[in-house]
């Protein structure tokens, strides 16, 4: 084999990986959380239950993508912000709106951030 066609070999092999370690680089962002009561994102309504949170950005402006059952629910701008310490359980914040609740933050147990959807007077809900 020629020195040029091994270089082709390798580039293509070295490409391959790289495409691969993105896309694990891209399911890094993403936690479950639960709703317990009816909330709206960005003008849609989520009814309680299972949801996935998924961004893309490292922060701290991100593009949050709120899934459930693997389809799109709403996307919403949102801020990754950095905690002092780990979160102890999974929460949701909420804010009163004109119409009902809007979710506020979410944070993840084990993990030392939230998601900042918004701003204003909040209530929490831990969900265990």
Request: aromatic share 6%; charged share 20%.
């Amino acid at each position: 084999m020629t020195l040029s066609k091994s270089a082709k070999i390798i580039m293509m092999v070295c490409l391959a990986l790289a495409f691969v370690g993105s896309s694990f680089a891209a399911d890094a962002h993403k936690a479950n959380f639960q709703i317990s009561q009816s909330v709206q994102v960005n003008g849609t309504e989520l009814s309680p239950g299972d949801y996935v949170a998924k961004w893309t950005g490292d922060g701290p402006d991100v593009q949050l993508s709120i899934t459930r059952n693997g389809k799109e629910i709403a996307t919403v701008p949102a801020k990754l912000v950095q905690l002092d310490r780990k979160s102890r359980e999974d929460a949701s914040e909420t804010r009163a709106n004109g119409s009902g609740r809007e979710l506020n933050s979410l944070q993840f147990a084990g993990k030392k951030y939230s998601l900042e959807i918004g701003g204003g007077s909040t209530s929490t809900a831990a969900v265990k």
